[in-house]
């Protein structure tokens, strides 16, 4: 019996006033000690880049700073530091670090160089987009809101998009729904995973090949960007592209055309392009797996979907749609969807979407809803039982999101988690997490 109606789903779902924008607290950057002293910057947008590259947005000429060195960003109302893979690291009070947050009148040592972080007065207004979704995508969070604001914008200009987040959180579907508000619309969308095709298969994949051009090509068959042509290409988990590929795809970004493989005439190809990534490409371009000028190419306009975690109250929204998909009125037990507002869902929007589905196709018992509880580690122990229980917490969590975005399926999962079925299911038996099979 269904006890959380639609009507109490309506009820509980915390939807975000309507407001038209935001408030943001812009600051400034002062480079106070170094090669470019007196040099400064104050924000525009929610995330600077610092770093030797002239592409950045606060350049510091030093040779011991890296091109993209470290960044400051804007996040959950907090302001972040966060080093990009330096070389020679970025520090605060002498120590060096990952990822902090700042407070006021922070100083920011990097190479030879000092940055004072400080508050600006007078806050800037954020526009939100006017209503809870765009396309396909589903969000009255004022941070889903300002992202469908940023994208309606860029829909309109025809601009190469970069997106940016976690698996899961969206970027396909953003993708889309830009190519459908934009000039564009009538034309093709054409998607390329970049992550799922083998390199030797990707390039011919991409640019197409001629007849003859290595073993096997008995025709000619055109690229994903002739496919595309008049519309838009959507290049999914680009940092993935092999490091020999990407001058090629720097080439047709540059010049829009296209060479097949085996081919000597080039192809005008008039098309847009979108790239995703789950990756920091930054911190790729520092270690040297992606190109700094194709990323530049790539991120002319950039846009970061924020993880689920972040934005937890456009759950009960999310809940309702995909229970509408399933032709279902409410979920199942009372109290549920407060569990699920608990949950940290790594998997994001697609981890939530496959576990109400498991929730109305198999029942209750067959997911896992309880809040992931904090793993403090346990130093009253010995080190090999503290090391022995953060394991096993980790490999039920692991096991409990992995079924849950398969639906059940054991094979898939175990595919999807690389593992033997047979050590799957023992796994999955260490603990308590596989169904009993019925009596004959």
Not at 221 to 241: K, S
Not at 260 to 272: E, F, H, K, L, Y
Not at 378 to 404: M, N
Request: glycine share 10%; with cysteine; net charge neutral.
């Amino acid at each position: 019996m269904t006890i959380t109606s639609d009507d109490e789903l309506t009820k509980i779902t915390l939807r975000a006033e309507a407001k038209r924008s935001v408030e943001r607290q812009r600051f400034r950057l002062l480079v106070e000690r170094g090669a470019d002293a007196g040099s400064d910057l104050i924000s525009s947008e929610d995330r600077a880049l610092i770093g030797r590259s002239p592409q950045a947005d606060l350049v510091i000429n030093d040779p011991f700073v890296s091109r993209m060195h470290c960044e400051v960003a804007t996040e959950e109302g907090v302001y972040i530091l966060r080093d990009l893979g330096s070389i020679n690291g970025t520090r605060i009070g002498g120590i060096r670090i990952r990822e902090v947050q700042l407070s006021q009148n922070e100083r920011i040592s990097i190479g030879g160089s000092e940055i004072s972080f400080s508050m600006v007065g007078g806050a800037e207004q954020i526009g939100l987009h006017p209503e809870g979704r765009f396309g396909r995508l589903i969000g009255d969070s004022a941070a889903m809101r300002e992202v469908f604001s940023r994208l309606a914008r860029i829909a309109g200009r025809d601009a190469t998009l970069l997106l940016e987040g976690e698996s899961g959180t969206g970027k396909e579907l953003a993708a889309e729904a830009v190519h459908e508000a934009s000039s564009r619309s009538a034309g093709p969308f054409v998607v390329v995973d970049c992550g799922s095709i083998p390199r030797a298969l990707l390039e011919a994949e991409l640019f197409g090949h001629e007849r003859g051009a290595y073993t096997g090509a008995n025709r000619a068959r055109p690229g994903a960007f002739v496919h595309a042509d008049g519309g838009t290409i959507f290049l999914d988990e680009v940092g993935e592209l092999d490091i020999e590929l990407q001058p090629r795809l720097l080439g047709v970004l540059e010049r829009r055309e296209v060479k097949p493989i085996g081919g000597s005439q080039p192809i005008p190809v008039n098309v847009r392009i979108i790239a995703a990534t789950n990756r920091d490409l930054r911190r790729e371009v520092n270690r040297g797996a992606f190109r700094e000028d194709l990323y530049y190419r790539l991120a002319v306009a950039c846009v970061r979907l924020p993880a689920l975690r972040e934005r937890t109250g456009d759950i009960p929204a999310l809940v309702r749609y995909f229970l509408d998909q399933q032709g279902q009125r409410g979920l199942p037990e009372e109290g549920m969807l407060q569990r699920l507002m608990r949950r940290p869902w790594p998997g994001n929007v697609r981890e939530l979407r496959n576990a109400v589905e498991q929730i109305v196709a198999f029942g209750i018992e067959e997911v896992s809803l309880d809040e992931a509880p904090e793993r403090p580690v346990p130093i009253d122990t010995p080190f090999k039982i503290a090391k022995a229980r953060l394991v096993e917490g980790f490999e039920r969590d692991y096991l409990v999101s992995v079924l849950a975005q398969h639906k059940g399926n054991i094979t898939a999962a175990a595919n999807a988690a690389e593992l033997d079925r047979v050590h799957f299911l023992r796994l999955l038996d260490r603990y308590g997490l596989r169904k009993p099979r019925p009596p004959a």
